[in-house]
């Protein structure tokens, strides 16, 4: 069975500070990848996403993440934040399998202050 | 082209009693799921339809059930509620069963007291 891991619960950073959120997944067989935003009382915002190819993926927002295949690791990067991107972050999973089913991480709040 | 709509945005419901959430997915969408949010266990996988068909089921009691209409429109329900099924539920709807990329409403903040 699949599972993602998001070490950090919280990441506080100052504006225009680069961020670094991290992912590791666990899978046997290979897996599509994917970060997800979600704002206060919001549902979720897909922000990229890693399907095959290119390991580095640019998303909205000036996000990007890297695939890692051999660190199993989908870290999500932004080299200057806003206040506006204050908000919780999931990393998401599914295997190749044909079935509709996200396998999600506990979530990651980014807090950027003035 | 309108997003994922789900009804109503908030539930306050009592122990005991069944409530019924709706989703509407994008227009040409056609698989629907299913998503628990709290935050004890975040967000968990409760179920997908495509075509009418419940495709997968997560790990939730059977008071949890679900079901699609032609229109690709889905509904979940939960029966004998409980005070632990206070939850953010989730909809998100995939064009068909080969897309990745799934779309999600805003959600049902649900209430049991």
């Known amino acids: 069975a699949q599972s993602v891991t998001q070490l950090d619960s919280q990441v506080p950073v100052f504006e225009e500070a680069p961020v670094e959120l991290r992912c590791n997944y666990s899978?046997?067989?290979?897996?599509?990848l994917f970060w997800y935003v979600q704002y206060p009382n919001q549902g979720l915002q897909l922000l990229l996403k890693y399907l095959s190819g290119s390991t580095l993926v640019k998303g909205i927002n000036g996000f990007e993440a890297e695939f890692n295949k051999s660190q199993t690791s989908f870290h999500l990067r932004k080299p200057s934040v806003h206040i506006s991107d204050t908000a919780e972050y999931f990393c998401?999973?599914?295997?190749?399998?044909?079935?509709?089913?996200?396998?999600f991480g506990t979530g990651t709040r980014l807090l950027v202050s003035p | 082209k309108a997003g994922v709509t789900q009804t109503p945005r908030y539930l306050i419901k009592t122990r005991g009693q069944q409530v019924t959430l709706s989703c509407s997915p994008i227009?040409?969408?056609?698989?629907v799921s299913w998503y628990q949010q709290t935050p004890g266990q975040g967000l968990q996988f409760l179920f997908e339809y495509f075509s009418e068909t419940q495709r997968n089921k997560g790990n939730f009691p059977g008071r949890f059930s679900g079901r699609q209409f032609s229109n690709s429109r889905s509904e979940m329900n939960v029966s004998t509620l409980e005070l632990g099924d206070s939850a953010l539920y989730l909809c998100?709807?995939?064009?068909?069963?080969?897309?990745?990329?799934?779309?999600f409403g805003q959600g049902t903040r649900l209430t049991v007291v």
């Open positions: 899978s046997s067989v290979s897996v599509y």
């Open positions: 998100a709807s995939t064009q068909d069963i080969l897309n990745t990329e799934a779309f």
């Open positions: 227009s040409g969408h056609r698989s």
């Open positions: 998401a999973a599914f295997e190749n399998t044909g079935f509709q089913k996200l396998v």
